[in-house]
């Protein structure tokens, strides 16, 4: 069944329940009691999933302890025979701090139950933060006995194959159907837009999410020339008609994506009476969604985008950090590889080795980046363009160069002096981009972080002469979700990832 276009229906009001429908309310009554006894079942699996956390970093102390202290590891360093009463207020100590690394990680919410992948992610990064951080502030108060690094080391690498290993059975677990059903909120969109598609087709191509999708209802906001209706979604009503379709569909969740203010309200108000949740996906907002915070200013509550990862000065220190330490090793293994490529380089193309372009950095400011000449000396005398599939251009030891990423080696230098980053959105050229910012939505968003070696939109294959608007894409989804370990899984995937290379 499909709607028909009505556009008299932006002057009709919600339909509050009457007499005749005396079985919808207590088809309502009897979803709600359901509902109210469902609700403990999520609580309880964040709490076992607390208890059995606890358990496992527990084991791992104790694990940790007897690879030190009673394996080859006790001939390393003067500690002898430890006894384990002697560091039991040490193990005691880090696994209650563990435990709260994680659960600051935000990993304790029934909300996040079924995504198993960001759990993961979260919990490794806790348990990485927590073996520094435990390290320094042991050795800092100089405790008795003393902590043995090789000991922190070995609790952390011990407590994240734990975690991880009984949290990956967990997910097994929470998805059989009996249990799913509690974990996943029936939803319900109301109107229909770009956003409302998009947020749709995220949710369900995503198999771990808390939403079972029930069909959109029609707030009769479309005239004949508009956008044509989704037929692939499920359509259940219209919305002055909501109530009939409450209880029919068994909703937990409401999602506007297009309604009149007024309707709004009402609808607001009766998803208040029917213990319904109500989500408003603004339109406003087509970027940066994940960054979006409310605030209050001088009384007035007020929407923004004011928290992405990288606004965090925990987070730009640590990326930077692992910039420094990456170029480092970078310089040193690249060296003897830069010089025999030069010498090829050099021995097909009498000319300089090095090429420097100018490329936008972080908010615009441009940089000379650095590259082993892969073409010509008279590549550009035509002007600026991308390099496409069997370029001419190209050297013969430069498209070899470019297959496997080695003519940007020299770039380890500008991230060594913070002109780059190791991962991050590709830096352009100004003169092939210069109408990119007024044709292409939100393409200056990307620069709000420093350009990568490499990047999220590299390792999907696209490069080079590519679809800007998903380059775009990519690099908006990276500054969303950047973490320490989304950068080393695109530095591993460069290697094994080539497609468009050239």
Known sequence: MQPTSQSETNSTTIRAAGPATGNLLEKMEARRIWRLQKDHSPHLWVLVSILVDLIFI???????????????????????????????????????????????QGVYHRSVLLRNRWVASKVARAVLIWTLGFLSFSLSLKLEPSISRAYVMLNGA??????????????????????????????LFVGWNEDAKRLWRTLSSDTAHAFNLIGWVDAGMRSQESEQMPEDIPFVGYVEDIQRVFAHHEVDMVIVADLPRQQMIELANVCEREMIQ??????????????????????TPVLGVNRLPLDSTFNVFAKRSFDIFGSLVGIMIGTPIVAIFGALVWLESKGPIFYNQRRWGMNGVPFEIIKIRSMKLNA??????????????RLKVGAF???????????????????????????????????????????????????????????KGLRGDTDLSERIKCDLWYLENWSLMLDIQIMFLTFVKRENAY
């Open 58 to 104: 527990v084991v791992a102390e104790h694990i940790a302890y007897w690879l030190r202290f009673h394996t080859a590891f006790r001939y390393y360093g003067t500690w002898g025979n430890m006894e384990l009463q002697q560091y039991s207020n040490h193990m005691l100590l880090g696994s209650l701090s563990l435990l709260f690394a994680i659960g600051w």
């Open 158 to 187: 011990c407590a994240l194959l734990l975690l991880l290993g009984w949290r990956h059975l967990f997910n097994f677990f929470l998805h059989a159907p009996s249990r799913i059903q509690t974990l996943q909120q029936r939803t």
């Open 278 to 299: 109500f989500k408003l996906a603004p339109s406003v907002f087509r970027i940066f969604v994940s960054g979006l915070s409310l605030e209050t200013i001088a009384g």
């Open 380 to 393: 550009e005398t035509q002007g600026a363009q991308w390099c496409t599939e069997d370029d001419p251009r």
């Open 401 to 459: 160069m470019r297959k496997w990423n080695i003519d940007e080696i020299p770039q380890f230098w500008n991230v060594l002096k913070g002109e780059m980053s190791l991962v991050g959105p590709r830096p352009e050229r100004p003169e092939l981009i210069a109408d990119f910012k007024h044709e292409i939505p939100h393409y200056n968003a990307r620069h709000g972080a420093k350009p990568g070696m490499t990047g999220w939109a590299q390792v």
